[in-house]
Structures are given as C-alpha cells and as structure tokens.
C-alpha cells in the first residue's frame, strides 16, 4: 500500500482538472456509438440480444409494470402529434388520431435508449463507495462488488437507464436446466446492486486482450456489442473515437460533433446527428441520428 | 505578617463551612481577602456551589481557564488533519469516479475539513474540561451533600492555629455547619 | 409585591422565583422514580413498533427492496424522507441549547435538557436510515473511510459520504453536549439515589463537586460546544439538503435547498419540542418549571420560524416560476396538480396556514389544543419531506421515466418503527436521566430575585437621586 502522503504531492496539478480543463485520464480508447434512427424499425432485436449477452433476468408481467425490470436497453416509442401526420395529407386531427398506430409511416418513432456512457456522468461523482467510475476506454464501468445499493446514481442519471436489482431474480429467471444457457464471460448480479448497459465491455477486453497476445492494435469493427450484431438494418455502428481511422470517427466528423461541449456549434444546421441531454454537460457518447422526415 | 523569610507553612486541617446564602458566603470570602483571617489568602479558598457564581471572582480573584485553549488546538488540527487525510486517500485511490470532476476536489474536501475540526474541536474540549476541572480524582475530600441541593460551602486548608479565627470568620456571616477534616 | 409594579400587569412570571432550591431537587428527582401504568404501557408500544421494524427490515433483508415498491424511475422514497425528517427534528434541541444559550435567554433552562435528549435520540434514529435503506446493507461500513487493505476510500465526493461525516460529528457532539451539561446534574442524582442508580450516577458525574474551578471550566466548555454546535447544526442540515441540491434533477437542484431545509428541521423541532413539553408537564406535573409563559414563547418562535419557512417555499417556487427552465416548472406544476397534490396542499395548509393559530392567546394557553396543532405541524413538515423526493422522481428529465409509485407497506413499517425506536429511547430516558435541569432552573430562579432588587435600586439612584439601600439584598436568597 503506498505511503498514505506519497502521491498527494506528486502530481497534485493534475488532480486538479476537471473535465473543462482536460481532466486526468489519459484515454486509450473513447469506445462511442452512432444509432441512425432512421434505420431503426423498433424490431427489439437488439434488447433481446442485450437480455442474452448480459444475463438480463426476466422479471414477469407484474414487477415489469411496477418498473422493476431488468431491461438494460430499452426502445422508446414516440408518436408524432396527430396534426403532424408523416403522410402530410391534411387529414384532420381524430383521422390522423385513429390511423395512429405503430409503423414509422404513420408517425410513430424508435429510440433505442441505454447508458449513454457520458464523459462527465452524473452518476459517477455520487456513488457513496465509488462503485462507478470511468475507465480509460472512456466507458462508464459498474462494479457489482463494490456496490452498495443506495441507489444515488439511478436518482442522478437524467436519461433513467440505470436498473437496480430489487429481487433475486436469477432463481426464478433461469430455473436449471436454463441456467446452462447464461452467457460465462459476465456475472449474475445478486440483489441489491445497481446494473446497466456496459457497451458489452465483456467483449471489449476479450478483444483487447486477443490484440495484445498478438501484439496489434485492436482493429475498427473487430468489437462488436451484442445490440449492434443483432440489428437487422444496422441501425448501430460501435467503435473507438480515438482511432481517426474508424467509421465512427468519421460519422462524428461528418457529423460535426464535438465532445466536451454542452452545446455543438455545427456550420451545417441540417445535418442529422444529435446528443440527447448534452446541454446538462454531462458529454454523452452515443451519436444519434435524427430521422428523416418528409416535410 | 512578620516580614522575613518565608516559612513553609504545613497545612493539618481541612474545614468546610456551609452557608445557606450566596451573599453570606460572599461576604466571608471578602473578609478573607481582607485578610482577617492571618495567613489564610483568598487563593486557598475554593468554594463548593449548587449553581455557578461568576460574580465570586470579585472577591476570590481573576483565576483562568484554559478549555477554550483545547478547543482552538483541537479544531485546527481537525481542519488541518481532515484536509490532508481526504486529500491523500484521494490521490492515493486513483480510479476514484470521475464524472468530468478532479479527482482532489476542493468543495467536498472543505465540506469534510469543516466537520472534522467541529468534531475534533469538541472532543478536545471535553478533555480539556476533565483536565482542567480536575474531575474523575479520587477522593478530593470534604463534600456535603447539601451542596448539591441549595447550600454554598467555603473549603479552606489551614494550620492548627488558623482554625479558631477562620470560624470565628465563618460564624459572623451565619454559617450553618462547619465540618473538618485532618489532613493527612 | 411593590418591586414588581414596573412589570406590565399582562406578563405573568416564566418561574416563580420564590421557589426553594430543595423542592426543585425534589420535584426533578420524583419524576425519575416509580413509573406508573401508562409509562410501561407506552413503553410496550413503542417496543413493539420497533419490533414491527425489526421484522420489516428482515423481509428486506432477505427478498430485496422490492417489497417497498421502490422502481426505476422512483429509487427514493420514504426512506430518505423520514431520514430527512428525523435529522431535521434534531435541530431544535441545538437551538435550545446553544443558541438561546448565546444571547442569554434563561426562558430556555426549564425545557433545553429534553429539547436536547430529543436531538440525540432524532440523530440515533436518524442514523438508521441511510443503513436501512442500503441494498446491500451488510456492507454499510464501506462508507467510513479506513485503510483497506485493497486501498480502497469511500467516494469522498459524494454528499452521501459528506453525510456520513457529519452525521457521526453531530451526534458525537450532541451526545457529549447533552452529557457534559448533565454532569451537574448527575452530581444532584449521586447525592440521593440509592443501589444501580447511585453505582450509574457516581460514574457519571465524574467526581464533580461544584468547585469554583469545575464551575469555571464547566461554563468554558459549555459555551465553547455551544459555538461549535451552532455552525454544525447549520451545516449538518445543508449537507443532507445537498444530497438533493448536488444532484442535476428538476426540483431538486435548487440553490435554497440548505436555508430551506435548515429552517424546515428548525420548525419541525420546535413543534416537537412543544409536543413533548405538553406530555411531560403533564405527565410529571411540572408546572412550576414548564410554564405557560414558557410554552407561549415556544409557540411564538416556532410562528416565526414557520414564517421563515413559508418565505424560502414561496421563494423557491416563483423562482421556478419564474425562470426559463422547463423540467423543473413541470415539476412544480405537478406538485399542485398532480397525483401527489393532495399531499402537497396538505403540506401547505399544515405548514403555512396551521402556524397563524399561534398568533391567537386562546391557542397558546389550551394545552389540548397546543398539542394536536404541534402534532399536525410536524405531520406537515413530514409531508414536506416526502414532496422534496417523490414528486421530482416520478418526472424528472426523460418522459420515459414519468411514473407515479405509493410507498409499499415496508416503507410504512421501518416509518412507524423508527417511532418506536425513538419513543423507547426517550421514555427510557426521562426515567434514568433528569430531563428539567435541575441546576439551571435554580440559576434562573437565583438570578430572577436579584434582577428584581438591582433594576428598582438602579432606577431610583439614577432618576431621582435618592441612594437606594445597601449592595446587600435582604438574606432571603436561596434557602
């Protein structure tokens, strides 16, 4: 255990920063991703496989309804205002009303929500035992052994993506034989500890560590998250923002965005992509894709 | 008295007188201090009371305390000691969470400094307040029940000698009851 | 009396001081012996609500927060509410201890000694709460900051830890308080108890005998806890209303969270203090000591304190009102509006509405209805509580997160246990440990005699020249 007064004076500067003067992780890698809601046909594919990469426990009708589930990533539907019906016919409002139903022609949208793993997370800084903490992937990490379950973080995340396991769920959810099928790269968390979506971060280190047995760097494409393999109309593309080379770097230049910033100064003002809740400064990574609409 | 060499003086008695006033007490003290009583000052007068007099320090003298010294030591080192104790466990702790924060973070690392100087603070004077009062001793002698309840009592240790003078003192002021006790 | 001509003929005397100093002893001492039948039987319910506690707090143990129906979007409910409200209830021991002790009330001597023990007790069962409310509650110790041997400190960012800090401070404190201004006291108890209790007592005063140098140094140290308690009450309560200011939700990061919370924990205390005060005058027919004219400048100070609370709640909300900022106007409106409206105008009516029937004479002196107003007080504060939490979370940001939850019936459990727990403390209390401060009652009636005499001298001398008579009042001080 270093001496208790070793470090403090070492590079007491440093600690210093927050994220606006540069902070003080050295990132390796800014694991981000880009979801094109205009490709996303709210199949939930990507949930299911999400519920099956992460051992995600099915909680059952009643405790889903009293939002006690389990669901890491969610699709959000949202419905475009009666008078602004996608078909632009001048239906009135009750017709555009009763012809409302779930197809994107006839004005519903998809939104696949999960942790956005933001760079200045508001859940980070209120752990009571730090049990949340940003890693330098630039990922959002949980530690289940950590966790206390004072449940400060959920309170504190303003998109709600933090779930809290409030029962044992696992003897229910898997009785055996279906626990053979869990998936053994990750846990299964017991009662009383916060969960959430980790970018698959499972897979991250599997294939960093592959890259590093073999002495490369990992390639663009080469981690996949369980989310984006599933999506039939590859609505999701994951990837490192640092490697300049990746697609996803390029969406974010084409794209204009800035990380750090609460608010994009974009020349183009057309262009597709936004942040949700960036202007809480809480820098989120997940670059959504707004859908095209006729006008 | 006799001007001349100091003699040290063997004190043999220890005599408590109770009074059922504060005024009559008061008044005994002050003839003390005016030294009616011959080598008996007001310094080796302590006085046993149910309820605090501040006033008697007109007649028995300026005396000191020094529990507000405890406090002030007390609550520097709780700042001082708080501060640097966060700070080093901070820097030490290194994937403390981030949240776009420093890692030693100036508002929080105050908020706890604070406490801990309060904390501190009051528990050096507590021990400052044993210390000085010199309490938890043992048998520190000549107590009368009655002083807990509405009787004042004046305890003085004197020679053989003193005694006569030092009740014939006590008994112009309505003393109630007189007690002694040898020293040994 | 002719020396009280210059007193107005309204204002009755806050003690007589024509009491002896015997019968205060005695008095006192009575109510600490022989309980009678509804003592024990208030002491069996209270027991029996902890037990209710005990037992929910099993279940939770052993099934998960589920039960309390706690869900995503509502993570906080009850739980911290009464945690918010327990810590609150405490800070009116402090204001009747040490502030009123700064600017030489005296009104306060009768009442601050169970005003005190209350605070204590509030923070003890206060203290339950950020445990009970832990999912993992076995590893509540993961919050103290000790050298672990993985290197590991609690996130000292975070206002949880910043809690736990000062929590430990404030009830060490408040605990040493209380004790070292018992210690007189306890000398009083030793002097004429008998068997367990002299054995208890004479361990306990710490061989105080009333020197003018215990005095002394006593008077230092408590003025100097005095000081250092003031400034911790404060803050204690600004850092519990930062677990809600320091985080980004509507409604809740709001910059009047620490004066508002510290004036709210202000009244709600000084309602309980009026509570207990009607109980024990009653129940230990102290009206010598516990005097109207005492209750009535309680019940004055806790108008004005409402007062103050109902201006910081106004305040906050025409902020809101009034500023741009969209989630947090949501919320305000579905507070008065929405699903938890009844509460909310039940928390208005209570804490705003209610304190004006202090204004009224009729009120102040009727004990019967003194004591369900303070009542209702407190259940308004309790509701204030609950609307801080529940209705920010059921809203919030993400209007997928819209949701509106009612406490299951765990939360209710661990409410009216923490009840019990608190009731058995003190009850256990009031009978081992003297709650009228039998040493400050005779400084107040001792000091009361004499600014009579010295007032009308000093007048006359100065107005009309006549030298009044001797610096030496008459000898009838005292026995």
């Known amino acids: 255990m270093p001496s208790l007064l070793g470090n403090i004076f070492d590079i007491w500067s440093d600690y210093l920063k927050g994220n606006e003067q540069g902070g003080h992780h050295k990132y390796e890698h800014m694991y981000s991703m880009v979801i094109d809601l205009d490709k996303c046909t709210g199949c939930n594919a990507c949930s299911t496989a999400c519920y099956a990469e992460n051992n995600l426990a099915w909680v059952g009708e009643e405790k889903f309804g009293a939002r006690q589930a389990m669901n890491w990533l969610r699709i959000e539907r949202y419905f475009d205002e009666p008078d602004m019906d996608a078909a632009g016919d001048g239906h009135g409002m009750e017709q555009a009303a009763a012809t409302q139903s779930d197809t994107q022609d006839r004005g519903a949208s998809f939104l696949p929500m999960m942790c956005q793993q933001c760079n200045a997370a508001p859940c980070e800084p209120v752990c009571p035992v730090a049990a949340t903490y940003h890693t330098v992937d630039g990922l959002n990490a949980q530690v289940y052994n950590r966790c206390i379950g004072s449940r400060y973080c959920a309170n504190n995340c303003p998109f709600r993506v933090r779930n809290f396991n409030f029962y044992d769920n696992a003897p229910t959810a898997w009785p055996a034989p279906m626990d053979q099928g869990l998936n053994p790269d990750i846990s299964v968390r017991s009662k009383g500890v916060m969960e959430k979506c980790t970018f698959c971060i499972q897979r991250t280190r599997a294939a960093r560590d592959t890259a590093k047995r073999e002495g490369r760097e990992i390639r663009d494409g080469e981690i996949q998250t369980a989310c984006q393999q599933t999506c039939p109309t590859s609505a999701i593309l994951f990837g490192d923002l640092l490697d300049e080379t990746s697609k996803i770097a390029q969406v974010w230049k084409r794209q204009q965005m800035k990380l750090g910033v609460y608010k994009q100064d974009k020349a183009n003002p057309e262009l597709r992509g936004y942040r949700i809740f960036e202007e809480l400064n809480v820098d989120p990574k997940v670059l959504y894709l707004e859908r095209v609409r006729e006008v | 008295m006799s001007g001349g060499a100091k003699k040290i003086v063997v004190k043999t008695k220890r005599v408590l007188g109770l009074f059922g006033d504060f005024d009559a007490a008061f008044e005994a003290i002050a003839d003390i201090r005016r030294y009616k009583v011959p080598g008996v000052t007001v310094d080796d007068v302590t006085l046993k009371s149910p309820i605090e007099h501040p006033e008697i320090e007109d007649v028995l003298g300026e005396r000191t305390s020094d529990v507000p010294k405890w406090s002030f030591w007390g609550g520097l080192f709780g700042l001082v000691f708080g501060f640097f104790f966060l700070a080093s466990a901070q820097a030490t702790f290194l994937v403390q969470p981030q949240g776009g924060k420093p890692v030693i973070t100036i508002p929080s690392n105050v908020v706890l400094a604070y406490e801990m100087m309060i904390l501190f603070g009051v528990i050096a004077t507590l021990i400052g307040f044993i210390i000085g009062a010199r309490l938890m001793r043992k048998g520190e002698g000549l107590y009368d029940t009655a002083i807990s309840v509405d009787q004042i009592g004046i305890v003085i240790e004197v020679t053989d000698g003193q005694l006569q003078p030092l009740k014939d003192v006590f008994a112009t002021h309505n003393v109630l009851e007189v007690h002694e006790e040898a020293l040994t | ?479």
């Open chain 3, 1 to 479: 009396m002719s020396d009280q001509k210059h007193l107005s003929q309204e204002q009755a005397k806050d003690i007589d001081e024509n009491i002896a100093w015997a019968k205060i002893n005695k008095d006192v001492l009575r109510s600490m012996e022989n309980p009678r039948k509804g003592y024990w039987v208030a002491l069996f319910i209270s027991i029996c609500l902890f037990c209710v506690m005990i037992y929910a707090e099993v279940y939770q143990y052993i099934v998960g927060m589920g039960p309390a129906l706690l869900n995503t979007s509502h993570m906080w409910d009850l739980y911290i509410s009464t945690f918010v409200f327990w810590i609150g209830m405490s800070h009116s021991g402090t204001l009747l201890s040490a502030i009123l002790h700064l600017v030489h009330a005296d009104w306060r001597k009768p009442i601050y000694r169970f005003a005190e023990a209350m605070t204590t007790f509030s923070l003890m069962t206060a203290g339950l709460f950020p445990v009970i409310h832990l999912g993992r509650v076995w590893n509540f110790y993961w919050v103290m900051p000790y050298m672990s041997d993985r290197g590991l400190w609690p996130n000292f960012r975070s206002p949880l830890i910043w809690d736990a800090f000062a929590i430990t401070a404030y009830l060490t404190s408040s605990v040493l308080f209380l004790y070292i201004g018992m210690v007189p006291d306890l000398a009083i108890c030793r002097d004429s108890a008998t068997g367990w209790r002299k054995k208890l007592y004479t361990f306990l005063s710490l061989g105080w005998r009333g020197d003018d140098r215990q005095w002394r140094n006593f008077r230092f140290t408590y003025l100097m806890i005095a000081c250092f308690l003031i400034p911790l009450a404060v803050s204690v309560h600004s850092i519990v209303s930062m677990d809600f200011a320091m985080a980004i939700m509507p409604g809740w990061h709001v910059t009047t969270f620490p004066p508002y919370f510290v004036a709210g924990a202000l009244y709600s205390g000084c309602a309980a203090i009026i509570t207990l005060f009607i109980l024990l005058r009653y129940f230990f027919k102290f009206e010598e000591y516990m005097t109207m004219p005492i209750l009535d400048k309680v019940c004055k100070l806790t108008f004005v304190i409402a007062m103050v609370w109902t201006y910081l709640n106004l305040i906050e909300f025409s902020a809101v009102w009034y500023g741009h900022d969209i989630p947090s106007k949501e919320v305000l409106i579905a507070k008065a509006t929405g699903p938890y409206s009844p509460f909310f105008w039940g928390m208005m009516l209570c804490g705003s509405v209610l304190p004006f029937a202090l204004l009224s004479k009729f009120v102040r002196r009727n004990m019967y209805v003194m004591f369900f107003v303070s009542i209702f007080l407190n259940v308004g504060m309790f509701l204030e509580r609950w609307m801080i939490v529940t209705p920010t979370l059921s809203l919030g940001y993400h209007p997928q997160g819209f949701n509106v939850m009612w406490p299951g019936w765990v939360e209710w459990a661990m409410v009216g246990g923490s009840f019990g727990w608190f009731g058995m403390l003190f009850l256990i209390f009031v009978k081992v440990f003297p709650c009228v401060s039998m040493y400050e009652v005779k400084e107040m009636v001792f000091h009361r005699k004499r600014v009579i005499y010295e007032d009308v001298d000093e007048m006359m001398e100065l107005h009309s020249g006549v030298p009044g008579p001797k610096a030496e009042p008459q000898s009838t001080g005292g026995a």
